[in-house]
T-cell receptor, first 111, second 110 residues
């Protein structure tokens, strides 16, 4: 979506290193989803954030929605090869409305 | 629990042919979505539905039609396929706090 920017576009990290992926909108978000996709496969739901300042964790992955509800960061601690894939953020721009996605971040983890 | 099921998984069409992709969900979700995924472009919303009998256009609706006659099913139709519609198509269903995806349909138009 043109309303949603995801950064970086791609990332290569050494196994064991931490990393952060960002998802930014110019508008207030009514809900933000993080998904992971392995190449050639479907999307795996990681977590969903709704409230400003909310933070959730899934194994070694933590995501936070800022107070203004316009930006989210996804942080991976001590990355592993199993974390490799494409990370996508999706948002509801309005309550109960369409769910649109950023272009995704390709993550590669070197052993 | 099947979740979201897409059929078919693969299809090759000739230019000008028509086809329908089926998405079925068993989670009693109100919202259903159809996306296409192309390299470097993430997921682009084609059409979506917020309830049985309703549909709305997404970001890239041209060349596609949809129907939601039953709550559990969301059909995506291509009336006259074009090579530009070669893509991987994903269906999703959800409510305001969750959304789950099918495994995708890889469509090639030659």
């Amino acid at each position: 979506s043109q309303e949603l920017e995801q950064s970086p576009q791609s990332l290569i990290v050494q196994e064991g290193k931490n990393l952060t992926i960002n998802c930014t909108s110019s508008k207030t978000l009514y809900g933000l989803y993080w998904y992971k996709q392995k190449y050639g496969e479907g999307l795996i739901f990681l977590m969903m954030l709704q409230k400003g300042g909310e933070e959730k964790s899934h194994e070694k992955i933590t995501a936070k929605l800022d107070e203004k509800k316009q930006q989210s960061s996804l942080h991976i601690t001590a990355s592993q090869p199993s974390h490799a894939g494409i990370y996508l953020c999706g948002v509801h721009m309005e309550y109960g409305n369409k769910l649109v996605f950023g272009a995704g971040t390709i993550l590669r983890v070197k052993s | 629990n099947a979740g979201v099921t897409q059929t078919p998984k693969f299809r090759v069409l000739k230019t000008g042919q028509s086809m329908t992709l089926l998405c079925a969900q068993d989670m009693n979700h109100e919202y259903m979505y159809w996306y296409r995924q192309d390299p470097g472009m993430g997921l682009r919303l084609i059409h979506y539905s917020v309830g049985e009998g309703t549909t709305a256009k997404g970001e890239v609706p041209d060349g596609y039609n949809v129907s939601r006659l039953k709550k559990q099913n969301f059909l995506l139709g291509l009336e006259s396929a074009a090579p530009s519609q070669t893509s991987v198509y994903f269906c999703a269903s959800g409510r305001n706090t969750e959304a789950f995806f099918g495994q995708g349909t890889r469509l090639t138009v030659v």
